[in-house]
C-alpha cells in the first residue's frame, strides 16, 4: 500500500509537470501490464483510488490525476484494439470480440514465440497516450483505467470522469478505437511486409 501511494503522488507530480511525456510513460507502461497475466485493473484500482484521488486535490494536481488515468485508458484500448485489428486476417471476427472486448492477453502465448508481434500496439499505445493528455484531455479514475476496451469498461470510465463535450465524444472515439486500429494496422503491415510477423503468428486456438 505505501509503495501504490507513493507511485501515485509520483505520476500525479510527474503528469502535472509533463503531460507529454507521461502520456508516452503511462500508455505504453499500462498496456503492456494489461497484455501480461497480471491485473492491469487491479493496479490502476490502487494507484487511482478514492484517496489518491484526494490526495491530488489537497496539492491542487487534480486535473493530472485524471488526466494521468485516462492516459492509461489509452494504453490499455491500443493493446486490445490494436491486436484484435492486426490479428483479423487470422482470427477473423472471433478475433475482433475475443480480444477487443475480452482481453488482449490472449496473445500472451504467441508473444513469448516471437515478441516482435507485441511491438504494433505498443508503438500505437505511445501515440495514443499523449493525444490523450495534450489534446483530448480524457480523464479517468479507479479500476477503469486499468481495463480498455474490456466490456467498454475503460471508455465508460472516460465518458463518468471526463466533462461532457463534442470534444470529449470525438476524443473518446478516436483514441480509444479509431487510431489504435488504424495505427496497429499501418505498424503490423509493415512488420509483415519487412519479413519481422508472417501469417499464422498471431492466430489463437478460437
Not at 498496456?31 to 497480471?38: F, H, K, M, R
Not at 493530472?64 to 484500448?77: D, E, I, K, Q
Request: glycine share 12%.
Amino acid at each position: 500500500s505505501y509503495v501504490m501511494y507513493y507511485l501515485g503522488i509520483f505520476i500525479t507530480e510527474a503528469t502535472h509537470w509533463s503531460p507529454l511525456l507521461m502520456g508516452i510513460v503511462l500508455s505504453v507502461v499500462m498496456g503492456v501490464i494489461l497484455t501480461l497475466p497480471i491485473s492491469s485493473a487491479a493496479i490502476c484500482a490502487m494507484i487511482f483510488s478514492p484517496t489518491a484521488h484526494e490526495i491530488a486535490i489537497s496539492m491542487g494536481k487534480e486535473e493530472a490525476f485524471l488526466l494521468a488515468g485516462g492516459a492509461c485508458v489509452a494504453g490499455c484500448c491500443a493493446q486490445m484494439v490494436g491486436f484484435a485489428v492486426a490479428s483479423f486476417r487470422e482470427n477473423k471476427w472471433g478475433g475482433i470480440v475475443s480480444q477487443g472486448l475480452g482481453t488482449s492477453m490472449l496473445q500472451m502465448g504467441n508473444i513469448v514465440k516471437k515478441p516482435v508481434i507485441w511491438l504494433a500496439p505498443t508503438l500505437a499505445s505511445a501515440i495514443t497516450g499523449p493525444i490523450s493528455t495534450m489534446v483530448f484531455k480524457l480523464k479517468c479514475e479507479g479500476v477503469s483505467a486499468g481495463m480498455g476496451t474490456c466490456g467498454m469498461v475503460g471508455p465508460i470510465g472516460v465518458i463518468t470522469s471526463t466533462e461532457w463535450s463534442p470534444m470529449m465524444w470525438i476524443g473518446l472515439i478516436v483514441v480509444c478505437i479509431i487510431l489504435p486500429a488504424i495505427l496497429t494496422f499501418l505498424f503490423n503491415e509493415l512488420f509483415r511486409k519487412l519479413g519481422w510477423i508472417k501469417h499464422g503468428d498471431l492466430k489463437l486456438d478460437l
